[in-house]
């Protein structure tokens, strides 16, 4: 139900700069708005019944092709170099998953406090020497081959799955790189 957000996500991946080669899959997790009409002709749509946000990322997971999955909310614009930093950060470090960053999409009181609490935990992971142990869903990215030997997200998880993920992939040996440079304003 992201009609109002989807149209403005896709504009940003069509002028992304620098990037490699990508495709674009959107999974319609049981939208009753008009955005999978928006995306039809814009991207590859999959559309599944209500099953939360990991079973969506899963199953748009298992549709990809490339050797790199990158994962993006529907309310999350993405900056015009978000696909090359996080593909290149990967290749670069070596490491098979990438953080993102996020910033407020709308001004306010609220947004610019919740702003101020994520910048001093990106200032905190920035730090870190051999990675972070730490993803956020709206900007993240993983080797294919790992995520899907993974298991991918943990689909009986309605929220925090991205978390969940993060102790996983760490926890079975792999490294997340901390990209500060590859925001997306999130709505």
């Keep these: 139900n992201d009609a109002a957000s ?9 002028i992304q700069t620098g990037a490699p080669p990508f495709e674009v899959i959107v999974v319609d997790d049981g939208s009753t708005d008009l955005g999978p009409e928006l995306v039809q002709k814009r ?3 999959i559309r599944q019944a209500n099953a939360g946000p990991a079973a969506a990322r899963n199953t748009g997971a298992g549709q990809a092709k490339g050797d790199y999955l990158l994962f993006l909310d529907a309310d999350c614009t993405p900056s015009a170099h978000w696909v090359e930093r996080l593909t290149s950060a990967m290749l670069d470090t070596g490491y098979d998953g990438v953080m993102g960053t996020l910033t407020a999409a709308n001004d306010g009181v609220v947004p610019r406090l919740v702003q101020l609490e994520v910048e001093d935990r990106y200032r905190s992971m ?12 709206p900007s993240c990215g993983f080797n294919r081959r790992v995520f899907l030997a993974l298991g ?3 689909q009986s998880l309605r929220q925090a799955e991205d978390v969940e993920m993060g ?8 490294r ?6 590859a925001p997306v304003a999130h709505e």
């Design 176 to 181: 997340i790189a901390f990209v500060a440079d």
């Design 167 to 174: 102790y996983r992939f760490t926890e079975a040996g792999h």
């Design 43 to 45: 991207a590859t749509l």
């Design 152 to 154: 991918g997200f943990n």
């Design 6 to 14: 989807i149209g403005k996500v896709l504009d940003a991946l069509e």
């Design 126 to 137: 920035a730090r870190a020497k051999d990675g972070v142990d730490f993803i956020a869903a």
